[in-house]
């Protein structure tokens, strides 16, 4: 058993309720919220939408469930769902896309997860009873698989525009959309307005335990509210995970540039060690970096293990470690002493 306080840098996903937000919860006035009586989980929908200039919001377990409620509505059995071949509603979400909404996935291979609205273009399939109906486009910022990379307003704006011309809705797997907001300081607003639907997480790196909100037009929202019922997502009290969720949108938000910064530092320190192949570019807070032969993944892993410093890995040849709010400045010193003491 190692003693040293753990450094947890898999994901995002592990931070904890701070003391503030406990006593949030702790306060929260809670309902039935299948019944709509939940006034903890009314506030933060409303308060979601608001903030993104959509019409109304759904709270759910999970991101998964707001991706997969969101592909259910936008499309029929037997549509064509376009996205990014390393994109999480495909790689990560068990085949949701088929197996709850009868669809095809149309995968474009992106630059950092990143897809043009040119690449989308070409993959729109001409109505023809041979193919498949193209109905849907995701996109995802920042992109997971791509370094917690950010896309380019103007280039969004160039897709939804190409959806509009051949009738396509456009999703948005924002699970960590308020890492690319505050890294570009960009307006949620302007997001509201390119997108048909977004689902924002809020147990990522906004630090609340549970949830995710889907946001979208009234109608839209009505429909996934049905669809999150059949999956199994509608929760009683679940109130108590809304008064943190809201916590997390007022007060956490700002930080993330805190989060930015030391994995811009730890990016900076990989790509000076002579055992790194390559760091993606760090944008927010994600690091993916490659290791150099004869090191190993699991080399480099079981290492900083011994210091309790955890981190995942992302394929054969890469790391990736994830900055958050329970790794502070001290831990960031440490892993970048134990890096540069790493050798072959
Ligand atoms: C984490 C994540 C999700 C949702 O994951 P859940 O664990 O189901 O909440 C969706 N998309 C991306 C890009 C993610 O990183």
Redesign the pocket.
Known sequence: MNTLAATELRSD?FTKPTPNMLTAMMNAAVGDDVFGEDPSINALEQMAANMFGMEAALFCP????T?QIAINVHTQPGDEVICEEGS?IFY?EGGGIGRNSGCQARLIKGNRGQITAAQIAEVINPDDVHRARTRLVSL?NTC?RGGGSCYNLNEIAEIRNLCNAHGLSLHL?G??LMNAIVAQNEDPLTYGKLFHSI?L?L??GLGAPVG?VLLGSKEFIKEARRVRKVMGGGMRQAGFLAAAASYALEHQVERLAIDHAHAKKLGMVLSELNWVDSVLPVETNIVIFAIKMPATVKQVSDYLLQYNIRVSAMSSTQIRMVTHLDVTPEMIDFVIEKLHDFSM
């Not at 999970?62 to 469930?65: A, H, I, Q, R, V």
């Open positions: 996903t999970s991101g998964t469930m991706n999480h990560y995802e997971n797997d699970a960590r689902s997480c147990s990522k995710s």
